[in-house]
């Protein structure tokens, strides 16, 4: 790297040039498409803002963090599940929990085929946290909503996802289990030795 910066130095103001131009590709994020518009933005950025004191560390980082909210938000919030697939999603998207369908062909089927109903906005589980590591975001909610009046939003049990983005598409989707009798399935004997390494 030393050597590639003193060689654009070299070359004065084609040097200059050059730099802005090596700077800009080397810390270039990914585009993120338009967040569909289909409510009002006030709804939206519910959706779609990540809660205050939420931290992403680099611009890439961000990209990925917008690209799985505006995602979550157009496909489950609004069930616009061709476009937002279309829009977010690798073709060889793959989900590892075993009870739903990997493929964004194959899920986006499942789920046009199941019954699904997108949630109203008051139906809707607040975001809680959300947390990015690399190409990995990971996305926190109430597992029960709504709660009983006077509840905090925070209390009581929560339902974590995390993604895989890369090239500005979701490649990859892990949730978590659940305890109690909630209903997780069980880790395939073949899946369980390498489970704790996403």
């Not at 607040?126 to 597992?143: C, E, R």
């Not at 509840?151 to 090239?167: D, F, K, L, Q, T």
């Amino acid at each position: 790297m030393p050597a590639v910066l003193g060689a654009i130095m070299k070359a004065g103001a084609l040097g200059i040039v050059l730099l802005s131009w090596w700077v800009q590709s080397a810390w270039a994020a990914t585009p993120v498409p338009a967040v569909a518009t289909t409510e009002p933005e006030s709804i939206r950025n519910l959706r779609i803002q990540p809660p205050t004191g939420s931290v992403a560390h680099s611009a890439q980082e961000e990209a990925n963090l917008r690209i799985v909210l505006q995602w979550h938000y157009e496909f489950f919030d609004l069930g616009q599940f061709e476009s937002a697939s279309d829009k977010y999603m690798s073709e060889s998207f793959q989900q590892n929990d075993p009870r739903e369908p990997s493929g964004r062909a194959r899920y986006v089927a499942a789920f046009k085929g199941n019954g699904y109903v997108p949630k109203k906005p008051a139906e809707r589980p607040p975001l809680l946290a959300v947390f990015t590591n690399g190409d990995k975001v990971m996305t926190v909610i109430p597992s029960e909503w709504p709660k009983p009046a006077g509840v905090a939003a925070e209390s009581g049990p929560i339902h974590c996802n995390m993604y895989r983005v890369v090239n500005g598409r979701i490649q990859a989707m892990w949730v978590s289990g659940e305890v109690n009798g909630g209903g997780g399935a069980p880790i395939p004997a073949a899946a369980a030795g390498s489970a704790a390494k996403p």
